[in-house]
């Protein structure tokens, strides 16, 4: 571990220890083990979120938002489009990355296959698919064999998304929901301008209208929209963060909660409850809500003994 990660590792635990003598007992850290293990998954998530600040940092190719070119990264497409100044772009890449995801072994082939439009000369841009979005329905239900000949897989957590039009809610549904919920506010930007208006520029309360207002994106529940608003507001496209955990129906994050303050996972406290205990929680570590989020659903899969997730 790198003395800066070593550094905010022995904040975190200072805190921790604080907040369980001053404000909430964490019953899942007494086992010394537990305690090492979530202060390496917090670190960890750190980590995984500030690389997007890092990746912004960096001079990119522009091979990464070719479709055609093996090399290309959707996130690193968006950094580069929303650089040149276009936010459409860049959000619908963030989108297609969320829903795609990123499998561990076939990478990002099955976004790069979609938004290549399986190398038949066009691109799958935010102006095509804006357009006509029905045509999108028509494209992906013609080609369905072809993608199920590729055999590329969507991300873990998308992983029970289909190409298949015979499916519900099958990816051509959902990437014409998507256009539908943006073009009904006028674009991207008027979308955030709005949210951020109307929350008189809070970014935690224009955070939660967004989140709300995604209802209307199919198959993209709380998982999704959280990871997307993220996005957005990682990459810098609009100032917008979360003010909660967003518990909702989530299932890791609410068992590694859960773990932390009982010490068991499998409580019984109302979501509501436990999303008011980490916000309190995060005003003593202040790493913020995505970071719990995510370090709290690793760890409560081996809270004794640290295992590393990309």
């Given at each position: 571990m790198r003395e800066r990660d070593k550094q905010l590792g022995r904040r975190i635990e200072q805190s921790l220890y604080y907040h369980?003598?001053?404000?909430?007992?964490?019953?899942?850290?007494?086992?010394?083990?537990?305690?090492?293990?979530?202060?390496?998954?917090?670190?960890?998530?750190?980590?995984?979120?500030?690389?997007?600040?890092?990746?912004?940092?960096?001079?990119?190719?522009?091979?990464?938002?070719?479709?055609?070119?093996?090399?290309?990264?959707?996130?690193?497409?968006?950094?580069?489009?929303?650089?040149?100044?276009?936010?459409?772009?860049?959000?619908?890449?963030?989108?297609?990355?969320?829903?795609?995801?990123?499998?561990?072994?076939?990478?990002?082939?099955?976004?790069?296959?979609?938004?290549?439009?399986?190398?038949?000369?066009?691109?799958?841009n935010w102006a095509r698919a804006k357009f006509n979005p029905d045509d999108i329905i028509d494209w992906t239900g013609k080609n369905y064999p072809k993608f199920k000949a590729l055999n590329y897989k969507f991300g873990n957590h998308r992983k029970y998304e289909s190409m298949n039009p015979a499916s519900r809610g099958y990816t051509g549904v959902v990437l014409k929901s998507y256009v539908e919920w943006v073009q009904q506010k006028g674009g991207h930007q008027a979308l955030f301008d709005q949210a951020l208006k109307n929350s008189g520029n809070n970014p935690k309360v224009a955070f939660s209208l967004l989140y709300k207002s995604m209802d209307a994106v199919t198959r993209f529940g709380r998982t999704g929209k959280f990871d997307y608003l993220t996005m957005v507001a990682k990459i810098g496209i609009a100032p917008i963060k979360p003010g909660s955990a967003y518990m909702g129906s989530a299932t890791g994050p609410y068992a590694g909660a859960m773990l932390l303050f009982s010490g068991k996972s499998d409580g019984n406290e109302s979501r509501a409850v436990v999303d008011t205990w980490l916000t309190e929680l995060d005003k003593d570590l202040e790493v913020g809500m995505q970071v719990l989020e995510?370090?709290?659903?690793?760890?409560?899969?081996?809270?004794?003994?640290?295992?590393?997730?990309?």
């Open positions: 369980n003598k001053e404000s909430r007992e964490l019953l899942g850290i007494v086992p010394p083990e537990n305690m090492k293990t979530l202060i390496e998954q917090i670190v960890d998530s750190v980590r995984r979120i500030k690389y997007i600040d890092v990746l912004r940092q960096r001079r990119l190719s522009h091979s990464r938002k070719d479709a055609s070119d093996s090399n290309f990264d959707p996130l690193r497409a968006a950094i580069l489009h929303y650089n040149a100044g276009d936010i459409d772009e860049a959000c619908w890449l963030i989108f297609l990355s969320i829903h795609f995801g990123k499998h561990h072994i076939t990478k990002w082939n099955l976004i790069r296959s979609f938004y290549n439009a399986l190398g038949e000369g066009f691109t799958w995510d370090a709290l659903c690793n760890w409560q899969k081996s809270p004794g003994k640290y295992i590393r997730f990309r």
